[in-house]
Every structure is written in C-alpha cells, then in structure tokens.
C-alpha cells in the first residue's frame, strides 16, 4: 500500500486507516512536498511507522503509482490535490483493468466546505465516512448532483481508542486544554482562551492545567498558525501560573492523564469522548460554522469556561456520540462496535483486489462538469486539462547527473524560500495590514 499525505495529521489518518483496512500489508509513506509537510519532529510525535517514508512531488508520485506498483493507494490529502492525483491516475493508466484501488477519506470532523470538498473526492473507489451521520450527507450530496455515492463507505477514526477512563489519585486532576492551529484565528480570540485556561488553573490550585499545542513556531500541519500560542503565553501579564504549562506530545498519551478535555472543536473531542473523558467544547466566543463548534449541537458538550470554573462537567449524549462513531465510555470489552466500524472498508477493498481489472477512473469533475474549475486545481498540480503532466518530464529523455543535482538544489532552494516566505514573511505581512 502506498500513503500520499500532505501534513501530519493526514499521514496519521492515511496511515492508521491503511493499517485498519488491509491489515499486515506493507505501507510506504509518500509526503507530497509542500507547504505543510511534516519534519522529523512532527513525524515522530504522530508515532506511525512505515516500512518506508519519503518526500515526493505530485510527479513523482503518479510516475511511480503504475499498474503494478501498489495494490491500494490512499490519498490522505486536502481536497484539490486528491482531485488533481485522481485524475493525474486516469491519465497515467487509461482505460480499465488492473490498477491500484484507491481510497481517500476526512482527517476528522467535517465541519466546512462539505460540498466541496466531497466532489473533489469523487472518483476514488473507496470515500470513507468517520460516521453514520457523515456518510448519510455524503450520500446525500453525490446524489444530490447527479454523482454514483456508491464509494462512501461508513467506518470510524483509525485513531480512537486508548484506556477507558478512570479518575485516579496518583496524580494531580488534569485539565487539558486542546488547541487549533487555525480556529480561532484572531489574536485576540486566542490570548483570551489562553487567559481563561491560566484564569482556571489559578482558580483550581489543585489542579494542573496543560495547554496541548500542535505545532512548534515555523512548523505548518493542515491548517496554517499564525498567532501561535507559545508566542502568546509570553505576553500574559504575570505570565501562566506554575499549574499550568505547554506541552507537545502524541495526543493519546496526553489523554492517558486527562480528566477533562477542553477544546473550541478539535477532533481530540471525539478521542477524548470514545474513552469516557468528560469534554467541554467552549461556547465562550459563540457558536459558529466559522468556529467549527455548531458540529457539536446536541453533544451536550457545549459549555464555557465560566461553568468550568465554577466546576461544571459536562455530560455527553449517547445518542449523539454514537451517531459521531465513537462508544462514549471507551472501546467495550472483547472488540466492541469500535473494530467492527471498519468490516465494511475491509470487504469493499478486499472485494475490489479480487477483481481482475477495475473500471477506470472516472471522478464527478471533467472539463465537461467543471469546466472553468477543473483545469486550475490541475494546474497547481503541474497537470494539463488532460491530466497529463505539464514538465518535460515524460519526453523519454532522462536528466543527466549534472543536471539532475542541479534541479535538486534549484528545487530545494525554492523549496526553503517558499516556506520561509509562507510560514514567517506572510503572517507578518497580514498582521501589519490590520494595525
């Protein structure tokens, strides 16, 4: 099996999902190059293994993704791109018989662009749903526009799990407050959530407080930080209290302590909640689609800082976790529903690898659908309207030594001005643009 991700916490996802549909298969984990591409750090907290894991462009990828060289491929990337490989593999193997089945799913909760992002989708043999609740509106919007939905497939999270949880006395009560690269965005809206979180430790002496963080400064994951919180703390007056601290760190063993997760609606959420943590989801700065919060309505998770405070917990509803796909409460003994969230993406593949020749593939989006839409996501791809690679790079004539190192170092040194340019000069840029 072959993982395309384009950040952290798409590897996580791609790669735990390839191990929970096909598993024993070997798994090579190709990181498109990018602006989010993960470094060592930031691979070696997700903690997911390959047999191999290397860096490639969109390219490199559909040179080597041939009829023979995988059996599955998961494309664990933002929409546009998983649109740009789907038809960058329509090319590259025409018409029907034997290629590699492809898959391709959500990080998480799908709270934004779902219309988008889902027909971007489109095309892949396997779409997974992390719910019964997504894979309903997925269906829905493939047959709202006319798109066969025959590949949502229902299944779970390949990253719950974990102890159920049990309060203990060996140990301080932990609060941990989950942040968000992206939500919220303003400066202002996170210095006051890290406020209230140092307001609360100093409320709660008892208690110790740890603001998980995502990323270090510089560093990108799917969403872009610019305000982030390690920067911010320095400004608190006072600074924080001696309970409460940053921490960075797998988000599963930082649940192996947490008492209550706190978070504005963070996939962590959903994790904490499958092992029976109490989870408050703040409705300090309302509840908005831009906040990603309206996704928790009926959780009985909604609740603020003030009746955290005041030492409220907040109680989730069965009901709603289940439609979510997680079992409130911690996987059940004896395997559960949990493991059997993933039968039916086991057979749907396995059923398509004992197929002699698949049909070829044939995403929603054409030139005859989308005509003044699809040539520019292909084109940040390096692909034609066609599909087909836009570079010299299938004239049949191979680079010399020479100048395949001097690409390399071009490639490399444009590689390190674009990130500079994106993760330090940009958010500058922006911020004096609002003073």
């Known amino acids: 099996?072959?993982?395309?991700?384009?950040?952290?916490?798409?590897?996580?996802?791609?790669?735990?999902?390839?191990?929970?549909?096909?598993?024993?298969?070997?798994?090579?984990?190709?990181?498109?190059?990018?602006?989010?591409?993960?470094?060592?750090?930031?691979?070696?907290?997700?903690?997911?293994?390959?047999?191999?894991?290397?860096?490639?462009?969109?390219?490199?990828?559909?040179?080597?993704?041939?009829?023979?060289a995988y059996d599955v491929v998961v494309l664990s990337c933002v929409g546009g791109t998983v649109q740009a490989m789907l038809h960058g593999l329509s090319h590259r193997l025409g018409g029907g018989g034997r290629r590699p089945v492809t898959v391709t799913g959500y990080v998480g909760v799908v709270y934004e662009k779902l219309a988008d992002g889902l027909l971007l989708r489109h095309g892949a043999d396997v779409v997974l749903a992390n719910s019964a609740h997504d894979a309903e509106r997925f269906r829905a919007v493939y047959e709202g526009v006319g798109a066969d939905a025959?590949?949502?497939?229902?299944?779970a999270l390949p990253f719950l799990g974990g102890e159920p949880y049990r309060e203990s006395d060996e140990r301080p009560y932990t609060v941990v407050f989950a942040v968000q690269p992206s939500v919220p965005a303003s400066r202002a809206d996170r210095e006051y959530l890290?406020?209230?979180?140092?307001?609360?430790?100093?409320?709660?002496?008892?208690?110790?407080?740890?603001?998980?963080?995502?990323?270090?400064?510089?560093?990108?994951?799917?969403?872009?930080?610019?305000?982030p919180y390690q920067k911010?703390?320095?400004?608190?007056?006072?600074?924080?209290?001696?309970?409460?601290?940053?921490?960075?760190?797998?988000?599963?063993?930082?649940?192996d302590r947490t008492d209550l997760l706190v978070t504005v609606s963070s996939t962590a959420a959903l994790e904490s909640l499958h092992?029976?943590?109490?989870?408050?989801?703040?409705?300090?700065?309302?509840?908005?689609?831009?906040?990603?919060?309206?996704?928790?309505?009926?959780?009985?998770?909604?609740?603020?800082?003030?009746?955290?405070?005041?030492?409220?917990l907040p109680k989730a509803d069965p009901a709603w976790t289940a439609r979510q796909g997680v079992v409130a409460g911690g996987p059940p003994s004896g395997g559960g529903s949990y493991e059997a969230a993933f039968d039916?993406?086991?057979?749907?593949?396995a059923d398509l690898l004992a197929r002699r020749a698949l049909p070829p593939v044939t995403p929603y989006y054409t030139l005859a659908t989308a005509p003044g839409y699809l040539p520019g996501i292909l084109a940040r791809h390096g692909l034609g309207p066609s599909g087909a690679?836009?570079?010299g790079a299938e004239t049949g004539r191979p680079a010399?030594?020479?100048?395949?190192?001097?690409?390399?170092?071009?490639?490399?040194?444009?590689?390190?001005?674009?990130?500079?340019?994106?993760?330090?000069?940009?958010?500058?840029?922006?911020?004096?643009?609002?003073l």
Not at 50 to 67: C, H, Q
Not at 276 to 287: K, Q
Not at 296 to 308: A, K, N, Q
Not at 344 to 349: F, G, L, M, N
Request: glycine share 10%; hydrophobic share 40%; aromatic share 4%.
């Open 1 to 68: 099996m072959a993982v395309l991700a384009d950040s952290d916490t798409r590897w996580k996802w791609g790669a735990l999902t390839a191990r929970r549909i096909v598993p024993g298969a070997r798994i090579d984990g190709l990181l498109l190059r990018g602006r989010a591409t993960p470094t060592a750090r930031q691979l070696d907290e997700v903690g997911v293994r390959a047999a191999s894991l290397r860096e490639v462009t969109a390219a490199e990828f559909l040179r080597e993704a041939d009829r023979d």
């Open 150 to 155: 025959g590949a949502v497939v229902e299944c």
């Open 194 to 227: 890290l406020r209230r979180a140092a307001g609360h430790a100093r409320r709660h002496p008892g208690r110790e407080v740890l603001v998980k963080l995502r990323s270090r400064p510089g560093e990108h994951t799917t969403h872009i930080e610019e305000q």
């Open 232 to 255: 911010l703390a320095a400004r608190i007056p006072g600074g924080l209290p001696d309970n409460c601290r940053l921490v960075y760190g797998h988000m599963g063993e930082v649940l």
């Open 275 to 312: 092992r029976g943590i109490p989870t408050a989801v703040l409705t300090d700065l309302g509840v908005r689609e831009a906040l990603g919060n309206h996704h928790f309505i009926g959780s009985g998770c909604l609740t603020s800082w003030d009746r955290l405070d005041s030492g409220l």
């Open 344 to 349: 039916a993406a086991r057979e749907r593949v």
């Open 389 to 391: 690679p836009r570079t």
């Open 400 to 434: 010399s030594g020479l100048r395949r190192a001097v690409r390399a170092a071009v490639r490399d040194a444009a590689r390190g001005a674009y990130r500079h340019g994106v993760q330090r000069v940009a958010p500058v840029i922006r911020r004096m643009g609002e």
